[in-house]
């Protein structure tokens, strides 16, 4: 079913409620391919009714070109949606609907884990995904809420969020979804060419290298052979590469006895911007 409107999507809910559902909602901003589908097969496992929201968020967007040129495919979103799911409410709300006139972010202190990586190249990017998952909580009160770990710092600033809020709502990571060539999947892949999408594989290609490694090479070392790897790619820039702690999401120089660690890239492909992560030590 899809629905329009945040009153009409309550006045459904509290249906659902009423016979003690679980409630899962799935964040999206549409685009969806089949790691969406992944996700809201996941809170299918664990609730008795999904919600996926289709909002492309204007908030969380530091460049107006990235903003108007995200894919939107409402149409065919549903209907994927509904072929797989058919259950499924998909909440597909207008910007006023969500922010009413004032298109604005709300500021939070999330402490050091925006300061970095996402945090330092996209300005005020983190305070748009807070606003927007703030009041989609508030909308829907789910039970439960599921979040890809392709976008790891976004899921740890949700998890920073619930924190803050104390929302009483559990968090769920799932795992990254990928292409055969390893190329996590992502809405943004509607803008590669075939050849590009192809080419992109190597982003993946120097997540695995730093994982083979990590144990045996320093960081400074491991950063360098990502640095050389993308400078011999012609039609790559990369922006960051980073090791950091899960918790904190403070890049490293040096390895600490008993710490998790993932590593974190962002490179553009001609025009189009793609980020991935991999856990290195667990």
């Not at 920073?160 to 809405?187: D, F, M, N, W, Y």
Request: hydrophobic share 40%; with cysteine.
């Amino acid at each position: 079913m899809l629905i329009n409107q945040s009153h009409r999507l309550q006045t459904e809910l509290e249906k659902a409620k009423q016979k003690q559902y679980k409630i899962g909602l799935v964040p999206t901003m549409g685009a969806l391919h089949s790691g969406h589908l992944a996700l809201i097969g996941e809170a299918l496992q664990v609730c008795d009714l999904a919600v996926v929201s289709i909002f492309v968020n204007p908030t969380q967007f530091n460049n107006f070109s990235d903003l108007e040129k995200y894919p939107r495919h409402l149409e065919h979103d549903v209907l994927k949606i509904q072929a797989a799911y058919p259950d499924t409410l998909v909440f597909a709300p207008d910007v006023n609907d969500i922010y009413g006139a004032h298109v604005e972010a709300e500021n939070f202190d999330f402490g050091s884990i925006t300061k970095f990586m996402e945090g330092e190249f996209r300005t005020g990017h983190f305070n748009g995904v807070g606003t927007i998952v703030k009041r989609l909580f508030n909308i829907v009160k789910p039970d439960y809420a599921f979040f890809g770990e392709k976008d790891f710092q976004q899921l740890r600033v949700i998890q920073k969020l619930v924190e803050i809020t104390q929302q009483p709502v559990q968090i769920v990571g799932c795992k990254t979804q990928r292409e055969a060539s390893g190329l996590a999947k992502s809405s943004r892949n509607e803008r590669l060419s075939a050849t590009q999408k192809e080419e992109a594989k190597i982003i993946y290609e120097a997540l695995q290298m730093v994982s083979t490694n990590f144990k045996k090479n320093s960081i400074a070392d491991l950063k360098k052979q990502v640095e050389l790897l993308f400078k011999a790619q012609p039609n790559f820039e990369l922006e960051y590469f980073e090791i950091a702690d899960v918790k904190d999401l403070v890049p490293c120089i040096s390895k600490k006895p008993n710490t998790k660690y993932r590593a974190f890239i962002a490179a553009f492909v001609n025009q189009v911007r793609l980020i991935d992560n991999l856990a290195l030590n667990y």
